[in-house]
């Protein structure tokens, strides 16, 4: 008798399907971790990041190809600056942490840098978390170079991998993030900052999950270490960021997530997202699971420009922001919005309505008043003038037009043009355009 399949493997099984006969899994980075947590309501985004589905290659398949991905010198140029931070058995890097994070600690030497090499991702993990036992005992300082953790997501296993975790001779973690972005006078762009503040968030939290399996467990730091070039040099300049808000918002809406196979559960027999499918299958799958547009999706997920078309197209509030989504209320679409502001439907107490119809008349006094400035007293319409910045010509060298029932001059008379008109600054005798 076969043996009964548990729970996750009747999972794993359906995600299987639901990804694609022989389509590997696409993992899950920080980067889209943050963007996920960005947007809670979106089973769609939900669904398919746990699946493992590769959103760019659907995006191109459903006929609305993301813009995403980095420039090839962009990634060079990375990759060359990560290579100098960490050379040396990471001397500078432990350094920068030293000085940044703990100047109380003995000076770093030569840190230790386990092998955290292993086959697939689940090995990787394990030899990760076991190199972390064995460096927190030993008292010395222990760089930890694109370790790997594992996050749960929405009921799904999602790996991660930092730029480096560094161990502390008293046991302390602290995670390390490097970017290529300056660092010009000490301080970065704020929206670059924001956006790594929030993508290390991610790996404390999964770093905080492998610290609770330890007895005692040992402390993760709140504070992370942003690497970048310090000014327009390739030498590293650091600054601690405290990531205390970005953990709190990222781990209150991870646990908001609707677990995958809630979601999967609601979709129609053989639904599948397989990018080898017709494009109407694959819009019929898609459309399948709810989604939550917003503009700011457009910056952070690679099936926005087709979850944008398809929020106007429904005339969904959602399309415009999620502010002015959260102002209207109960009014979701755009008709439902102008139908209220026209007085034609809506609650009149409700604020929202009250509001629309205040903008409303506001607005046609604003257009009457207008209407209204454009004409005199006798009722007739202004015509407005045209402001010129043509230089005035001077008197006596402008043309002589004729009086209306005046005879023009005759052609080929002094000064007279083609059609008899005087031209100016030609002498008489000479015709306008000829040559010596």
Not at 13 to 27: M, N, S, V
Not at 98 to 111: I, S, V, W
Not at 415 to 433: C, L
């Amino acid at each position: 008798m076969p043996p009964q399949r548990t729970r996750a493997t009747a999972l794993r099984q359906q995600l299987a399907e639901l990804r694609g006969p022989d389509i590997a899994p696409k993992a899950l980075d920080a980067r889209a971790l943050a963007a996920l947590a960005a947007n809670p309501g979106c089973d769609r985004r939900a669904l398919l990041d746990g699946v493992g589905v590769d959103k760019a290659k659907l995006a191109g398949a459903l006929g609305a190809p993301s813009a995403f991905g980095m420039s090839q010198f962009a990634f060079m140029r990375g990759n060359a600056f990560e290579a100098r931070v960490k050379a040396d058995g990471g001397a500078e890097l432990l350094r920068l942490v030293h000085e940044k994070l703990d100047p109380g600690a003995a000076p770093p030497g030569a840190g230790a840098v386990p092998d955290l090499s292993a086959i697939g991702p689940e090995g990787r993990t394990e030899r990760t978390a076991r190199a972390l036992r064995e460096a927190t005992g030993t008292g010395a300082w222990t760089l930890l170079d694109h370790p790997m953790l594992a996050l749960d997501v929405a009921g799904s296993p999602a790996f991660l991998e930092p730029d480096a975790v560094v161990v502390h001779p008293d046991g302390d973690w602290t995670v390390v993030e490097i970017k290529s972005f300056p660092m010009l006078d000490g301080s970065a762009d704020p929206a670059k900052v924001g956006a790594a503040a929030r993508q290390s968030a991610v790996y404390v939290l999964a770093l905080e999950e492998v610290a609770a399996g330890l007895d005692p467990a040992p402390e993760v730091h709140h504070r992370v270490l942003l690497v970048c070039p310090k000014d327009f040099t390739n030498l590293p300049a650091a600054s601690a960021v405290d990531v205390r808000k970005q953990r709190a918002v990222t781990r209150r809406q991870l646990a908001r997530l609707t677990r995958v196979e809630d979601i999967a559960a609601a979709l129609p027999e053989g639904t599948c997202f397989s990018p080898g499918l017709p494009a109407e299958e694959l819009i019929t799958a898609v459309e399948a699971v709810p989604a939550t547009y917003a503009p700011e999706c457009l910056s952070a997920c690679e099936l926005a420009f087709h979850c944008r078309a398809r929020s106007r197209a429904e005339g969904a509030v959602t399309s415009l922001g999620r502010s002015l989504r959260a102002e209207l209320g109960a009014l979701t679409t755009v008709p439902d919005v102008l139908a209220a502001a026209r007085g034609k439907a809506g609650d009149p107490e409700d604020p929202a309505v009250a509001a629309l119809r205040r903008a409303a008349l506001l607005r046609a006094e604003a257009l009457r008043g207008t209407a209204a400035q454009t004409r005199d007293p006798a009722g007739e319409a202004r015509v407005p003038v045209a402001v010129t910045t043509r230089t005035r010509v001077p008197e006596e060298l402008a043309p002589t037009v004729p009086a209306p029932g005046s005879p023009a001059p005759e052609a080929g008379t002094p000064g007279a043009g083609a059609h008899g008109t005087p031209v100016p600054g030609v002498p008489e005798g000479r015709e306008a355009g000829a040559c010596r």
